[in-house]
T-cell receptor, first 114, second 112 residues
């Protein structure tokens, strides 16, 4: 069965410094992977998706993620954090049998210090 | 502007009440979804509709009853809920099943 593990429940960075949010996946096939962001009192917004094309995926707001099959990882990065990046981030894999079923990680809360 | 609108944003109800949550999407999508987001738990898929037909009922108790009258509207009818049903209920839509999902801002439900 597919699953994702977000290795950090909370990450704190200073404004202007790099962001790294870690995600490992488990899948017996080539998965579709996503990162979503949720700001307080808001729904989820798609940041980026990987669907077996380029392994380095660029998303919105300067975020990108790299699919590494050998490490079963799909970490989210951004070169320079902005205060508006403070939110909760979810790593997501789609179910092999039913691609519309999204399997969510437990989330990483990003805090950005001034 | 998300394109997926949920009403109400907040709802407080007693365990014996009957209420409905509404979701409307303005994106021309054909698939719609209900999720439950509880504190300290991953998002749980509840129901999936494609072209107004239910394709997924993810072992949800019968006190939750979905309705999809057309491809733009999705309802979640609630009756005799339990305190553990307090959560954020999120609606999403996608062009077709399997395409990226667009989420609404959710309804925060509190059961007294």
């Amino acid at each position: 069965a597919q699953s994702v593990t977000q290795l950090d429940s909370h990450v704190s960075v200073s404004e202007g410094t790099p962001v790294l949010l870690r995600c490992n996946y488990s899948s017996s096939y080539s998965p579709s992977l996503f990162w979503y962001v949720q700001h307080p009192n808001k729904g989820l917004q798609l940041l980026l998706k990987y669907t077996s094309a380029a392994t380095l995926v660029k998303g919105i707001n300067g975020f990108e993620a790299e699919f590494k099959k050998s490490e079963t990882s799909f970490h989210l990065t951004k070169p320079s954090a902005h205060m508006s990046d403070a939110a909760e981030y979810f790593c997501v894999v789609s179910d092999q049998g039913s691609s519309y079923k999204l399997i969510f990680g437990s989330g990483t809360r990003l805090l950005v210090r001034p | 502007e998300t394109g997926v609108t949920q009403t109400p944003r907040h709802l407080v109800m007693g365990m014996t009440n009957k209420k409905s949550l509404k979701c409307e999407q303005h994106l021309g999508h054909n698939a719609m979804y209900w999720y439950k987001q509880s504190a300290k738990k991953p998002l749980e898929l509840m129901f999936v509709y494609s072209l107004e037909e239910r394709v997924e009922n993810n072992s949800v108790p019968s006190r939750f009853s979905p309705e999809c009258p057309n491809s733009s509207h999705l309802f979640l009818h609630l009756h005799t809920l339990q305190p553990e049903d307090s959560a954020l209920y999120l609606c999403a839509s996608s062009q077709v099943l399997g395409q990226p999902q667009h989420f609404g801002d959710g309804t925060r439900l509190s059961i007294l």
